[in-house]
């Protein structure tokens, strides 16, 4: 599957879904950007039932504000609408494929009781 761009219009309802969406918040000056994107491209092709969505920051500030992003790239993953990793730097190939498997391998019940016991600890 090709990558597809996100927008504020788009985001919140692409990451809501089942299963995992990587996403790389990049921008067209990024030098570091440009080097990330035949490596999130191939992991696109090579895990086709992942989505994987690019977010350009120049023409999407809002999301940027809205996630925080202080340095390009920035990849982020979620899983069943739940964010499960957050890293700035542009990661090679065998990271990024690592990181997909970790993401895959998650026990998300796990997830979600320990965001519930946070949440508890919280109030």
Same mark, same amino acid.
């Given at each position: 599957?090709? $990558?597809?761009? !996100?927008?504020?219009?788009?985001? &919140? +309802?692409?990451? =809501?879904? /089942?299963?995992? @969406?990587? @996403? /790389?918040? #990049?921008?067209? #000056?990024?030098?570091?950007?440009?080097?990330?994107?035949?490596? *999130?491209?191939?992991?696109?092709?090579?895990?086709?039932?992942?989505?994987?969505?690019?977010? &350009?920051?120049?023409?999407?500030?809002?999301?940027?504000?809205?996630?925080?992003? $202080? =340095?390009?790239?920035? !990849?982020?993953?979620? %899983?069943?609408?739940?964010?499960? *990793?957050?890293?700035?730097?542009?990661?090679?190939?065998? =990271? !990024?494929?690592? !990181? @997909? /498997?970790?993401?895959?391998?998650?026990?998300? /019940?796990? @997830? %979600?009781?320990?965001?519930?016991?946070?949440? =508890?600890? +919280?109030?």
């Amino acid at each position: 599957m090709a $990558t597809i761009d !996100l927008t504020t219009s788009t985001f &919140d +309802e692409v990451v =809501a879904k /089942d299963g995992i @969406v990587l @996403v /790389d918040f #990049w921008a067209d #000056w990024c030098g570091p950007c440009k080097n990330f994107a035949p490596i *999130f491209a191939a992991s696109s092709e090579k895990n086709s039932e992942i989505v994987h969505a690019k977010v &350009d920051t120049e023409a999407q500030q809002e999301l940027g504000v809205k996630f925080g992003i $202080t =340095a390009i790239p920035t !990849l982020m993953a979620f %899983r069943d609408g739940i964010m499960v *990793f957050n890293q700035a730097g542009a990661l090679p190939a065998p =990271a !990024l494929e690592q !990181l @997909v /498997d970790a993401v895959v391998a998650l026990d998300m /019940d796990d @997830v %979600r009781a320990k965001i519930a016991e946070h949440e =508890a600890a +919280e109030h």
